[in-house]
């Protein structure tokens, strides 16, 4: 069993930046990909970006020139760094893991919140 637990949410004003966490315990699987999806309230749950193990990276549009999702390892965290924010980036951002067995894990979530 994979564990992931977020991190680095918070309320934040427009034009600023977060940087958020995804800690991983329990069985390491190696590779994987890494993703952070986002939801905002009354809306479907979105892809915001994602790593594979060889730091391929893609992003969605909307977050594209602004988000940046990093990794070290498979044993280390996985991170997303948020710059220019904006409002409509409010969300809970959860973290994904999809291992090479096909298998997925999602944390809990963090909730970024963007003051105008």
């Known amino acids: 069993q994979v564990q992931l637990v977020e991190s680095g949410g918070g309320l934040v004003q427009a034009g600023g930046s977060l940087t958020l966490s995804c800690a991983v315990s329990g069985i390491i699987y190696w590779p994987n990909t890494m993703a952070w999806y986002r939801q905002a309230p009354g809306k479907q749950r979105e892809f915001v970006a994602d790593?594979?193990?060889?730091?391929?990276?893609n992003y969605a549009d909307y977050v594209k020139g602004r988000f940046t999702i990093s990794r070290d390892n498979a044993e280390k965290p996985a991170y997303l760094q948020m710059n220019s924010l904006k409002p409509e980036d409010t969300a809970t951002y959860y973290c994904?893991?999809?291992?090479?067995?096909?298998?997925?894990?999602w944390g809990q979530g963090t909730q970024v919140t963007v003051s105008s």
């Open positions: 790593i594979t193990s060889d730091d391929r990276t």
């Open positions: 994904k893991q999809i291992t090479y067995t096909g298998d997925t894990y």
